[in-house]
């Protein structure tokens, strides 16, 4: 992730998302136990303090208004103390509005015993029973909220909410008026969820609706590319592999992993839902799904480090992926041989190549301009770096002003720029015979007979462009009024 993850983190903040599914009640209850009780060999828990909040399909509701989007939440509550706490919580929630559907079912709720940071209970009270009964009340509360939403969340947490009723015409619904859907499944029949746009199961659940253990990045492919085969109208398969992060397929193209990035993992209570919500939002501020999965990933691996269910900020992202960036940037400095690989793979992928070549001492708006120009040639730019012996014999010992180690970092710190490639040589042609470039860019003060690597290049059909110049800006310019030379 780079710099284009933060823009459209950024996005967020336009986005709407309506979110339907089974909503509950998370209780917490803290304390220490110090003692055994006399009546039975269980410990005695004194409790210190209490703290409810959104779960389920609520959770999803809660990270996307935490993470600076809107949401819409319907499902059902009960006509009791905790369907009034749910709607207590929802009215603290600026960026959720309420559309809960109330009713004599009972809310659900799941109460956590806590003893000294380890969990010791749990206690659930539930009612799983279909909710067809609701399904019509539910269906005119979704129609008349798919207006004001970007993209649609089902989040089925099995509870009866998600009945197949209230699913077929919601998501003929959602898909009538354009509206991408995205299902958060629970039950192993994953074909009660056709005409969703991406559906999300964890390994466990994918696992249990193929057949097929998501283990290795082959048998995940595998298992990704079946779900495809189970859920007609299904365009993507976003199977989250915890530790192993995310494996994504899509009807006609190859299948995606996404790694999860190495971090202490404290809790895994909500990471789904967080997952989701940064999913949904990426896709309602127009980002490709391959993006949007990206998203979701970092989002993901932020949740795991929060004790309880999570709600993961905009800023706790922003800040995961700064430092992503920084880590991204020193591996975007790469000898030739892992360029020529790169290359290979892109070019594999169906992407073109670019390659440009430069001192790039004292990066300004000429060299920014001539890299985004490059950039726009391709999909994928590779930048060779004169190193500094390479400038001293051409320029002379008072060259360059930094060292190759710094315009290196520079250089891959800029979004357009996917790889730098160092050389020792004066000129590039090295490098460019190496990596076959499918468009080779040079500043338009060179002729095209003066471009190392034309002929080469042109050879097998590869295209040269001269990128305009920006006036008056150069190093040397920059150099000489500083010393006055």
Not at 8 to 26: I, T
Not at 109 to 133: G, H, M, N, P
Not at 138 to 162: C, M, N, P, Q, W
Request: proline residues 4%; aromatic residues 4%; hydrophobic residues 45%.
């Amino acid at each position: 992730m780079n710099g284009t993850a933060l823009d459209l983190l950024a996005k967020f903040s336009g986005a709407r998302v309506l979110v339907a599914g089974d909503v509950m009640l998370d209780r917490f209850v803290y304390g220490h136990a110090r003692r055994i009780s006399p009546e039975a060999p269980i410990p005695v828990l004194t409790i210190e303090r209490e703290i409810s909040m959104l779960g389920g399909a609520g959770n999803v509701a809660r990270n996307i208004a935490s993470l600076g989007g809107q949401a819409i939440l319907i499902g059902l509550a009960g006509e009791d103390g905790a369907g009034d706490a749910l709607c207590e919580r929802i009215a603290a929630e600026p960026r959720i509005v309420n559309a809960l559907v109330r009713c004599a079912r009972p809310t659900t709720q799941k109460t956590r015993y806590i003893a000294d940071r380890q969990q010791i209970l749990r206690a659930d009270q539930e009612s799983r029973e279909d909710s067809s009964t609701h399904a019509a009340a539910l269906l005119e509360t979704f129609k008349r909220h798919l207006g004001d939403a970007h993209v649609i969340v089902l989040s089925d947490y099995a509870k009866g909410v998600l009945g197949d009723a209230f699913l077929t015409d919601a998501i003929a619904a959602a898909r009538a008026a354009g509206k991408p859907v995205i299902v958060d499944p629970k039950s192993a029949n994953l074909g009660r969820y056709a005409g969703a746009n991406v559906i999300t199961p964890n390994a466990e659940e994918a696992a249990a609706a193929t057949g097929i253990a998501p283990g290795t990045d082959a048998d995940a492919a595998r298992c990704a590319n079946a779900i495809l085969d189970k859920v007609p109208g299904l365009q993507f398969a976003l199977v989250t592999r915890g530790a192993r992060g995310m494996t994504l397929a899509e009807r006609g193209a190859d299948v995606r992993h996404i790694a999860a990035s190495p971090r202490d993992v404290f809790d895994v209570s909500g990471a789904g839902d967080t997952a989701i919500a940064a999913l949904a939002l990426s896709l309602a501020a127009g980002a490709r799904i391959e993006d949007a999965a990206e998203m979701a990933n970092v989002a993901a691996g932020v949740a795991v480090t929060i004790v309880g269910t999570a709600a993961v900020s905009a800023a706790e992202v922003s800040a995961e992926l700064q430092a992503q960036r920084m880590h991204t940037t020193e591996a975007k400095i790469a000898s030739l041989a892992e360029a020529v690989s790169a290359a290979g793979r892109w070019r594999a992928r169906g992407e073109r190549v670019g390659f440009t070549n430069g001192c790039f001492d004292l990066v300004h708006p000429g060299h920014v301009s001539l890299l985004s120009q490059a950039r726009a040639e391709c999909d994928r730019l590779i930048v060779g770096l004169n190193t500094d012996a390479s400038i001293k014999r051409l320029k002379g010992d008072s060259r360059p002003i930094q060292d190759e180690t710094a315009r290196a970092i520079v250089l891959a710190s800029l979004a357009v720029v996917d790889l730098v490639v160092p050389f020792a040589e004066d000129t590039p042609e090295a490098l460019i015979h190496a990596i076959r470039p499918d468009v080779l860019v040079k500043g338009a003060d060179y002729a095209m007979d003066q471009v190392v690597g034309a002929p080469f290049v042109q050879s097998y059909g590869g295209k040269v462009v001269l990128a305009k110049l920006v006036q008056g800006k150069s190093t040397s310019a920059i150099v000489s009024r500083f010393t006055g030379t």
